[in-house]
């Protein structure tokens, strides 16, 4: 196996620790829009409790928000760029 001439150490790929994950989040992942953004760019297409009972739309959802008496929720699809609620007694 090869060494490095000045550290010594073995020329091979080391673990990645807690650190490198962190900061590779950091530079490389996107931030989620907050639920002002969405309401104001994203499509709205409806409320989930308007479609025919236990259908809802396909793809990759997230939930974006909700209410504190947990009545009310709201998806979206950053991908297709739209969202839908979803209300409940």
């Known amino acids: 196996m090869s060494n490095n001439d000045i550290t010594g150490d073995e020329i091979k790929t080391k673990p990645a620790t807690d650190a490198y994950r962190q900061g590779y ?35 990759d959802w997230r939930r974006f928000n909700v209410n504190t008496r947990g009545t009310y929720e709201a998806y979206c699809n950053d991908t297709t760029m739209e969202y839908y609620d979803v209300y409940c007694d």
Do not use: M
């Open 25 to 59: 989040d950091r530079i490389f992942k996107r931030a989620l829009p907050d639920a002002a953004t969405v309401t104001r760019t994203y499509t709205y297409i409806g409320c989930a409790n308007g479609w025919p009972r236990g259908e809802y739309p396909e793809g």
